[in-house]
């Protein structure tokens, strides 16, 4: 895929997140939370992640098959890392921001970039806030070896 492709692609998936991530699963718009509240880290995902990582967080999402390189498991970073959750490592690629060393090239929405942009809030405290709460969604539902 040529590099102008692909970057057609990154972006249609951003906008298409972006306007569904503007509605609830009921339909209304999300309300942006008082300073200080925090956000439901399964909302989050529901709406900005599950088009590519699927409702189970395995990559199997709709998206996922038109895609180059399909999205990982996020169930798996705790097992990927010795059974330890890597909480700062997560937020770095949930932002998008800085550059990840071996997280490979910008196959993922900057979601700092479209949270920042977003109804939501665009303070950088909200903004971290609900990487903060996709962080420790996705810590919860990592799938542990049994001893």
Known sequence: MSPCIRSITITAILSAALAFGAVAASGQELPSPP??????????????????HGTSAHGDGPLAANMKKPPPDLTQFAARNGGTFPSA?????????????????????????????????????????RIKALVEYLERIQERRAP
């Open 89 to 129: 490592l997560v937020a770095q690629i949930i932002d998008g921001r800085q550059a990840v060393k071996g997280h490979g090239g910008t196959d993922m929405p900057v979601w700092g970039d479209a949270f920042k942009a977003s109804s939501l809030g665009s303070s950088e405290e909200s903004v971290q806030a």
């Open 35 to 52: 300073t200080g509240q925090s956000y439901s880290g399964s909302d989050l995902f529901k709406t900005y992640c599950t088009a590519c």
